[in-house]
Nanobody, 125 residues
Framework: QVQLVESGGGSVTSGGSLRLSCGVS????????MGWFRQGLGKEREGVAS???????TYADSVQDRFTISRDNAKNTLYLQIHVLKPEDTATYYC???????????????????WGQGTQVTVSS
């Protein structure tokens, strides 16, 4: 059973930066396809970035060039670096993983098996 714990959210002003972290237990992070998702109030959950077991990355068009997904295999931790934050980035951010043995990055929430509890990011103008 994979367990995921996010941290690093907070309240920032527009133009600022944040780094979100997701601690992984129950498996080795480079054995898992991982993703970051966000859900704003009254909105559907949106995939923003994903990394596959080989290290290939993909991003949603809406966050390209501002968001960077990465992982630290030694710390078994996933990161999401966010630059030039905008008020529309306000959301709860979740990390997720596919089950062991499943391959291929994806921004579709339905393809992920394990979820963290989320961390809130609030951006004021």
């Amino acid at each position: 059973q994979v367990q995921l714990v996010e941290s690093g959210g907070g309240s920032v002003t527009s133009g600022g930066s944040l780094r979100l972290s997701c601690g992984v237990s129950g498996d080795t992070i480079n054995n898992l396809v991982m993703g970051w998702f966000r859900q704003g109030l009254g909105k559907e959950r949106e995939g923003v970035a994903s990394i596959n077991t080989g290290g290939s990355l993909t991003y949603a068009d809406s966050v390209q060039d501002r968001f960077t997904i990465s992982r630290d295999n030694a710390k078994n931790t996933l990161y999401l670096q966010i630059h030039v934050l905008k008020p529309e980035d306000t959301a709860t951010y979740y990390c997720a993983s596919k089950g062991a043995g499943r391959r291929g990055w994806s921004l579709r929430a339905s393809e992920y098996d394990y979820w963290g509890q989320g961390t809130q990011v609030t951006v004021s103008s």
